[in-house]
Each structure stands twice: as structure tokens, then as C-alpha cells.
């Protein structure tokens, strides 16, 4: 008998490419990211956590409600369609105001989805201070899809292993790849 998840559609990939993910997240001098609060089990029952299905829901889900705010928050709606993979939000931008705007519009517009955004990380010493004074927690060192960020040093350390991912008789895949780098 085959299982729930063996009969269900997987969905389109809705997910920005990882690698361009990266990129401009580090393109810009100042960088941000933070992760949605529990964005699985608020988007939709937490009975379908899990399922091959559930990526696909949570991104169209969320991209779905950013274009219904795209008039009041522009600029972060669009961040949100290309920056956002699953429930991270990784991007940059080039001065320490347009952070702080950035964080702020979009807190506001995930809060506005019920998805709080917690465990953030930037390199902008501004948004540091005003995470610190608004009693909410940052991350030093934070992972940025699997790769390890010092934001102090503005540095990466990637802990890729190639003994897990060698032994492995699949194809290596995207998800596999990050699998790797996240062990």
C-alpha cells in the first residue's frame, strides 16, 4: 500500500536558485537574513508538515500574499519573490539606511502573513544596534542555506563534507548538495 506522500504531487519548484540566492546576498556591502517563525505550521495545518508538497505550499503561499501587498510594500514584496528560499530571507543591500528601512518593511509584511520573522543576521552594525535596543535576538554566527557566516568578521566557512556525499550511490542533486555543505 503505497503512502500518502507516494500519491501526492510534489509541485513546482518555486524555490530562487541557490546559488543566485547567494550571490546577491553578498553582492551588496550590507547583508540580512532571517528565518520565518514556525512558517510551516502557520501557513497551513500543521497535518500536511511534511508531505512532499509542503515547499510548494509555503511558497506559493507566501508568494501569493506578497503580491496581494505588493502596492503597500514594493520594494519588499519583490525582495520576498526573489530572496526568500523556504521560510529564509537572504538578502543585501548597498548603505546601512536602506537595511534598516529593508528589515523593517519586511517585518511588517510577514507579520502581516502571521509569520514572524526571527533569528536574525546582518553585518550592518546599525540594524545590530537597533535588534539589540528593540530586545530582539541576532545571530554573530548564522547558517546561510548550510554555509556558515561570521557576521563580525564578514566571513564564510563552509563545512563541506566529501566523505558523506561521495558514499552516497545517488545522483547528486541540489538538495542533496546542501545536505552535504549543511553536515
Not at 566571513?155 to 563534507?161: E, I, K, V, Y
Request: hydrophobic content about 40%; charged content about 20%.
Amino acid at each position: 500500500m503505497p503512502s500518502l506522500n507516494d500519491t501526492l504531487e510534489v509541485g513546482l519548484n518555486l524555490l530562487p536558485e541557490t546559488v543566485g540566492c547567494l550571490l546577491r546576498f553578498r553582492i551588496h556591502e550590507f547583508a540580512i537574513t532571517s528565518d520565518g517563525k514556525q512558517a510551516f505550521s502557520i501557513i497551513y495545518s500543521s497535518t500536511t508538515f511534511g508531505l512532499a508538497c509542503s515547499s510548494f505550499l509555503l511558497c506559493a503561499a507566501t508568494r501569493e500574499l506578497a503580491s496581494k501587498h505588493l502596492k503597500d510594500f514594493p520594494t519588499a514584496a519583490l525582495m520576498l519573490d526573489k530572496n526568500l528560499y523556504t521560510d529564509n530571507f537572504v538578502a543585501g543591500v548597498e548603505t546601512e539606511p536602506q537595511i534598516i528601512t529593508l528589515h523593517r518593511k519586511i517585518t511588517d509584511l510577514k507579520l502581516l502573513f502571521k509569520i514572524p520573522m526571527h533569528e536574525w543576521a546582518t553585518n550592518s552594525l546599525m540594524l545590530q544596534n537597533l535588534l539589540r535596543t528593540q530586545g530582539e535576538k541576532f545571530e554573530t554566527i548564522a547558517k546561510i542555506l548550510g554555509i556558515e557566516w561570521n557576521t563580525k568578521l564578514d566571513t564564510f566557512r563552509n563545512a563541506f563534507s566529501i566523505s558523506l556525499c561521495a558514499i552516497q550511490d545517488k545522483p547528486l542533486t541540489k538538495g542533496g548538495l546542501l545536505h552535504c555543505v549543511h553536515c
